[in-house]
């Protein structure tokens, strides 16, 4: 079975522009969570998907946005881009909430 | 505020011999731990996970410990193997998929 797959695996944007980030979850599986990790730290809950619903959102503004798609895919969003949102993109999905969350490779974002 | 705090940024160990990785949480509403190794250009992988239920759990050379009073958690690796070498993050959930990382600690296996 293929992993958690992202795309793309690098982007290079410039100050106000916007970003969609894109992920496809291991079969099965019908909960997508999104993770920002900026270099040095950790990965930062953003949102959590489980059905097409959201289920879950952490302290990010409202410039960040995703969706779930009826296949389970997901879309990141983040509108008007700062230099502060490079960060590597993690997408994780698993099963149930008894389930662990697989981790894609993620999407590096460089902001310029 | 670092809910889940991993204090010591780098660690090196002989290949061999044991690694013990430590982590401290403040959250008493956490109730199930992870420990996740990262390679460079990968994403997290998962590798050994502990209920609040639990003091001990273990996985082949992993071996995950839980002292709910002193809210701290560490990761023993035995023997360490130069594979091992990576970061390794600690994550807490209070039961709602919402995973909290902590900074991560870059293990060194020297041989």
């Known amino acids: 079975d293929a992993g958690v797959t992202q795309s793309p695996t690098h982007l290079i944007k410039t100050r106000g522009q916007h970003v969609t980030l894109r992920c496809s979850p291991i079969?099965?599986?019908?909960?997508v969570s999104w993770y920002q990790q900026v270099l040095g730290q950790g990965p930062q809950f953003i949102f959590q998907y489980y059905e097409k619903e959201e289920r879950g959102r952490g302290n990010f503004p409202d410039r960040f946005s995703a969706r779930q798609f009826p296949n389970y895919s997901s879309e990141l969003n983040v509108n008007a881009l700062l230099l502060g949102d490079s960060a590597l993109y993690l997408c994780?999905?698993?099963?149930?909430?008894?389930?662990?969350?697989?981790f894609g490779p993620g999407t590096r974002l460089t902001v310029l | 505020d670092q809910q889940v705090k991993q204090n010591s940024p780098s660690l090196s160990v002989q290949e061999g011999r044991i690694s013990i990785l430590n982590c401290d949480y403040t959250n008493s509403m956490f109730d199930y731990f992870l420990w996740y190794k990262k390679y460079p250009a990968e994403g997290p992988t998962f590798l050994i996970s502990?209920?609040?239920?639990?003091d001990k759990n273990e996985d082949g050379r992993f071996t995950v410990f839980l002292n709910k009073s002193a809210k701290h958690l560490s990761l023993h690796i035995v023997p360490s193997q130069p594979g091992d070498s990576a970061v390794y993050f600690c994550a807490a959930s209070a039961g709602d998929d919402k995973i909290i990382f902590g900074k991560g600690t870059r293990l060194h296996i020297l041989p």
């Open positions: 994780a999905s698993w099963r149930t909430s008894t389930d662990t969350q697989y």
């Open positions: 502990i209920s609040s239920i639990k």
């Open positions: 079969s099965g599986h019908k909960s």
